[in-house]
């Protein structure tokens, strides 16, 4: 089992804008015809930010987004200090403090 940090960024080293947008990496071409999709596959669970969550919640997960639903069939950690809703169907935890307990987790 290994641990792998995979995210897309600006040169500048930020995932988003300061407007929270993602917009800008979109423009970049179709993730099915990247290398994502077989990297994806081969994933046991996934962790992510509340920014992250909250952002997959407005433009993949709302029922007139072109993908509506969770797209992720692995269970995902959400680290939040705040009150999130759940998406019905997925397996989605919400969790917060340090990491390394929820990594032990997330490895099990």
């Known amino acids: 089992m290994r641990t792998q940090y995979y995210t897309a960024c600006s ?3 930020f ?9 800008w990496l979109f423009q970049l071409g179709d993730v099915n015809e990247t290398s994502y999709p077989a990297f994806i596959a081969e994933v046991g669970a996934l962790a992510m930010g509340s ?3 909250e952002w997959m919640l407005r433009h993949v997960v709302q029922p007139d987004a072109p ?5 992720y069939a692995q269970p995902t950690w959400v680290f939040s ?3 999130l809703p ?3 169907g997925a397996d989605i935890r919400f969790v917060q403090g340090d990491v390394q307990p929820v990594h032990a987790e997330m490895q099990a």
């Open 67 to 71: 993908r509506s639903g969770w797209p």
């Open 51 to 53: 920014s992250t969550y």
């Open 86 to 88: 759940g998406v019905p």
């Open 15 to 23: 995932i988003a804008t300061t407007d929270h947008s993602l917009a």
């Open 11 to 13: 040169l500048d080293g």
């Open 81 to 83: 200090s705040r009150t």
